[in-house]
Nanobody
Framework: QVQLVESGGGLVQPGGSLRLSCAAS????????MAWYRQAPGKQRELVAS???????NYANSVKGRFTISREDAKNMVYLETDNLKPEDTAVYYC??????????WGQGTQVTVSS
């Protein structure tokens, strides 16, 4: 079955950085679209960043210039480098995957809290 396992969340001060990781299994990773979403308390889940099978990336305006998504096909991994974190980035971050005709699939989420 498909599994997406996130790691790397935590508590960080404003201006700090975290690297989120997602390990995928059970999907055709090399042709999958991978993404990170987030959901803050009382808000809808929103797209943070996505990376297509060909490396094309897309970012939410609120994170452009601060977050970087990348993928490592040899390891079935996708990463989200988050820099210059702000309190409004506080949310549960979810890994997302979809390959040809399947999905979407979701991980269980990892909490990111930005607070002094």
């Amino acid at each position: 079955q498909v599994q997406l396992v996130e790691s790397g969340g935590g508590l960080v001060q404003p201006g700090g950085s975290l690297r989120l990781s997602c390990a995928a299994s059970g999907i055709a990773f090399r042709i999958a679209t991978m993404a990170w979403y987030r959901q803050a308390p009382g808000k809808q889940r929103e797209l943070v960043a996505s990376v297509a099978f060909n490396g094309n990336t897309n970012y939410a305006n609120s994170v452009k210039g601060r977050f970087t998504i990348s993928r490592e096909d040899a390891k079935n991994m996708v990463y989200l480098e988050t820099d210059n974190l702000k309190p409004e980035d506080t949310a549960v971050y979810y890994c997302y995957a979809a390959d040809v005709g399947r999905g979407p699939f979701w991980g269980q989420g990892t909490q990111v809290t930005v607070s002094s």
